[in-house]
T-cell receptor
Framework: AQKVTQAQTEISVVEKEDVTLDCVYE???????LFWYKQPPSGELVFLIR??????QNEISGRYSWNFQKSTSSFNFTITASQVVDSAVYFC??????????FGPGTRLSVLP | NAGVTQTPKFQVLKTGQSMTLQCAQD?????MSWYRQDPGMGLRLIHY???????DQGEVPNGYNVSRSTTEDFPLRLLSAAPSQTSVYFC??????????????FGPGTRLTVL
């Protein structure tokens, strides 16, 4: 069975602080894919990143970075120097090879000016 | 390209009414899916399709039907609406026969309230 846990329900930070959103996943498969999506207050779902289980390199995209650790089954997301526009609900998701997406419950991030 | 479109954006139903949520994509994606989003539960898969003429159940299929007569369209039918179906519904599509492992492109969502 697949499962995604996002233990942080809500996080509040002040602008320019760094913030890390945790994602822990469970799967018995060796081939799987991990995703992060952003849902701003407007409600749409915005794709941020996709990683496969064989690529453990960390990734950086501007102020965003992702830390994938198979040893702890985690795929954490860090926003550096947060901005008010980063306020959103962030979802982590997992799909094992040939299986459908499973989403975590989401983490609501509020960045205060 | 319009991407994934959904209609209506908002809908209010009375218990027992039926309706169809429309979803269309113009990206020639094979894989399409329907999710519902409820507070604190993330998105849960209702039904999905890996191509025209092929549909299957997801995690929470009860009370919903789907069909896929064309690659572009994937309507979701509520047979007899219940208050427990009050939710935000998202349609998504992704490319390839293994679309379920690819980036999902989401529509803007339909907010449904059942009284």
């Amino acid at each position: 069975a697949q499962k995604v846990t996002q233990a942080q329900t809500e996080i509040s930070v002040v602008e320019k602080e760094d913030v890390t959103l945790d994602c822990v996943y469970e799967t018995r498969d060796t081939t799987y894919y991990l995703f992060w999506y952003k849902q701003p207050p407007s409600g749409e779902l915005v794709f941020l990143i996709r990683r496969n289980s064989f690529d453990e390199q960390n990734e950086i995209s501007g102020r965003y970075s992702w830390n994938f650790q198979k040893s702890t089954s985690s795929f954490n997301f860090t926003i550096t120097a947060s901005q008010v526009v980063d306020s959103a609900v962030y979802f982590c998701a997992l799909s094992s090879l040939g299986q459908n997406f499973v989403f975590g419950p989401g983490t609501r991030l509020s960045v205060l000016p | 390209n319009a991407g994934v479109t959904q209609t209506p954006k908002f809908q209010v139903l009375k218990t027992g009414q039926s309706m169809t949520l429309q979803c269309a994509q113009d990206m020639n994606h094979e894989y399409m899916s329907w999710y519902r989003q409820d507070p604190g539960m993330g998105l849960r898969l209702i039904h999905y399709s890996v191509g025209a003429g092929i549909t299957d159940q997801g995690e929470v299929p009860n009370g919903y039907n789907v069909s896929r007569s064309t690659t572009e369209d994937f309507p979701l039918r509520l047979l007899s609406a219940a208050p427990s179906q009050t939710s935000v519904y998202f349609c998504a599509s992704s490319p390839g026969t293994s679309g379920r492992n690819n980036e999902q492109f989401f529509g803007p969502g339909t907010r449904l309230t059942v009284l």
